[in-house]
T-cell receptor, first 113, second 114 residues
Framework: AQSVTQPDIHITVSEGASLELRCNYS??????LFWYVQSPGQGLQLLLK??????LVQGIKGFEAEFKRSQSSFNLRKPSVHWSDAAEYFC???????????FGTGTRLLVSP | DGGITQSPKYLFRKEGQNVTLSCEQN?????MYWYRQDPGQGLRLIYY???????QKGDIAEGYSVSREKKESFPLTVTSAQKNPTAFYLC?????????????FGQGTRLTVV
């Protein structure tokens, strides 16, 4: 069965510190992986995606993620967090050709001064 | 601007009533989706449509219905059979045949049963 696990429900990071959000997936075919961000009461915005090629992908707002097939992981990173990064982050997996995405339960990021 | 428009942003329903949530896209995408979001549960797929006049049930379709009469529109009806409809509903679309096949999301509709 397809599934995505985000083990951290909440994470608090000091402003300026580095960030890593964890994502593990289970998928039978070649996975297409996504990170989305959601501000309260809003829709989802795509941060970055991985389809193939270089396993380190760059996204918007200074985020990057690394695909590790051997660990079935797609962790999101940012070297220096800004207060405006406080939001909920969702990892998702799908297949090319049809975007029936399976989402993780999300990680809420809190940024402390 | 191209995008997905969901309306209304807030919707209140009395128990026993059916309500319809609107979703319109002008991205010329073939595929459209409805997700339900509850705190701590992520997004769960209700229905999806790959092409006009065709749609399939997702993981939690019971108590919901959809139609896809036009490419740009995919309304969701929450029927009285849905026992716990209070949630945040998100519509999305994608172009499965394109090079960049990520899903684009609307701003959501928050439905509350009163």
């Amino acid at each position: 069965a397809q599934s995505v696990t985000q083990p951290d429900i909440h994470i608090t990071v000091s402003e300026g510190a580095s960030l890593e959000l964890r994502c593990n997936y289970s998928y039978g075919a070649t996975p297409y992986l996504f990170w989305y961000v959601q501000s309260p009461g809003q829709g989802l915005q795509l941060l970055l995606k991985y389809f193939s090629g270089d396993t380190l992908v760059q996204g918007i707002k200074g985020f990057e993620a690394e695909f590790k097939r051997s660990q079935s992981s797609f962790n999101l990173r940012k070297p220096s967090v800004h207060w405006s990064d406080a939001a909920e982050y969702f990892c998702a997996v799908g297949a090319r050709g049809f975007q029936k995405l399976v989402f993780g339960t999300g990680t809420r990021l809190l940024v402390s001064p | 601007d191209g995008g997905i428009t969901q309306s209304p942003k807030y919707l209140f329903r009395k128990e026993g009533q059916n309500v319809t949530l609107s979703c319109e896209q002008n991205l010329n995408h073939d595929a459209m989706y409805w997700y339900r979001q509850d705190p701590g549960q992520g997004l769960r797929l209700i229905y999806y449509s790959q092409i006009v006049n065709d749609f399939q049930k997702g993981d939690i379709a019971e108590g919901y219905s959809v139609s896809r009469e036009k490419k740009e529109s995919f309304p969701l009806t929450v029927t009285s059979a849905q026992k716990n409809p209070t949630a945040f509903y998100l519509c999305a679309s994608s172009n499965p045949q394109g090079a960049n096949t990520e899903a684009f999301f609307g701003q959501g509709t928050r439905l509350t049963v009163v």
